[in-house]
């Protein structure tokens, strides 16, 4: 039986079909185009709330770590007055030969402040914007060590201004008085006196007594937030590399500075007007050397009256070198190259009197910069931190302590 095949053909379709085949396709394709759309959208969404997350975190992290420097900072400062203290009490008989810088060290500290305080601006972020929570909350854990961070900050800063161990023994009121002698008598031989007086008393002796429990709840302060911290690192596995990178970006502004940056002369910011009473300049030479300049107006209160405003002006320099390690400065400074005047302005004295007055506060301020400044040292070396701005006419200097200082280009400020 002869079986015949029909081959089937290919070639043109009817009209109807390709319409048919045409709008499969397009279905298709949209239906691919949606699905990729929406599901690159939900991944990308997904690691942007994970990259939210971390970074929400990181900033609570570095929050607890500077507050638990801040009580070690004050642990530190804790144990050097009361040291302070207690080198006066023992010598208190030759109070006279103490150095000035350590009498108002010892005075300031014993003087009652303002209320203690930290910076709780992540607190507010927090307690504000519900977008920063919601990304956390997949990990109540995270919500609750923070929450117990913060709660226990609050309660450290209500014992540190309320608790009596805290409480200091020269009261504002008595300040006021004891500045006014001062300004009577002469200073610094009245405040010798006045600190010799109040060493004795028992509210000094009270709270000296209680050193020793200030000291022991800063260190605790300091365990229990770094304690927070490293859970919260352990729990998101933030290793401490990727903390400290996340600062830097947070944290700094401005570029890294080179050499070039730095050479120059630079003024300090805020000391550029000509109405402040202090101006501060530095000058940083291409061959490694350094000078600094500082002007400081003093008005002595013994010579204000109604029609005259007389003042010195005391001009003070130091020589140095100086040298840029990655995004280090190194600056040292020699003592033996403080070298400063003392100008009168409209003081109501002879020519006499003028020269008795400026030998005086020379003395005076020669002294002070030696035993102060460089701790009867021949030199002092400071290692500070250093950034620009993208035009390299502003400059931030960070010092160990985390103060930072601003300069402006002396092109940009007034001579």
Known sequence: ??????????????????????????????????????????IIEKSQREKNRRQTVMMVIHDIEENARTFRELLDDEKAKIELIHYLTNNI????????????????YLLEGNSFMLDDSKEKLFQENQVLWSSLDDNTRIIDIIHAFFFERRSN????????????????QDNIHYGGKGVEYGYPLEMRKILSKILKEPKVQHFMHYSYLRQKKYGEFSYWFNRYAEKLKF?????????RSFVEDYEQLGRTATKNDII??????????????????????????????????????????????????????????????????????????????????????????????RSIYLSFSNRFWREYEYKNKKEVTYKEYVRVDDDGSRMEITRDSGLSLYYEKSDNVNN
């Not at 039986?1 to 045409?22: E, T």
């Not at 008989?93 to 300031?108: E, G, H, Q």
């Not at 800063?157 to 504002?172: H, R």
């Not at 729990?235 to 903390?243: R, V």
Request: aromatic share 12%; with cysteine.
């Open 1 to 42: 039986m002869k079986i015949n095949f029909r081959a089937v053909r290919i070639g043109k379709m009817k009209r109807g079909q390709s319409m048919l085949k045409d709008m499969a396709m397009t279905v298709i394709a949209t239906t691919i185009s949606i699905v990729l759309t929406f599901g690159s959208s939900s």
């Open 157 to 172: 800063l209500n014992d540190i201004n309320s608790n009596f161990e805290w409480k200091k023994p020269i009261s504002k």
């Open 235 to 243: 729990l998101l596995g933030i290793s401490n590399d990727e903390l």
């Open 93 to 108: 008989d030759n109070i006279d030969d103490i150095p000035w810088d350590t009498i108002t060290t010892v005075y300031d």
């Open 264 to 357: 120059g002369e630079w003024m300090m910011a805020d000391t550029t007007s000509s109405s402040v009473m202090y101006h501060y300049r530095v000058h940083y030479r291409p061959d490694g050397t350094v000078s600094v300049l500082s002007r400081n107006s003093f008005y002595p209160s013994e010579f204000q009256t109604a029609n005259n405003s007389g003042y010195l002006l005391f001009t003070h320099k130091d020589v140095g070198r100086w040298i840029l390690e990655k995004d280090t400065l190194f600056t040292t400074y020699f003592a033996d190259s403080i070298s400063c005047t003392c100008d009168l302005y409209d003081l109501p004295l002879s020519k006499h009197g003028n020269d008795s007055l």
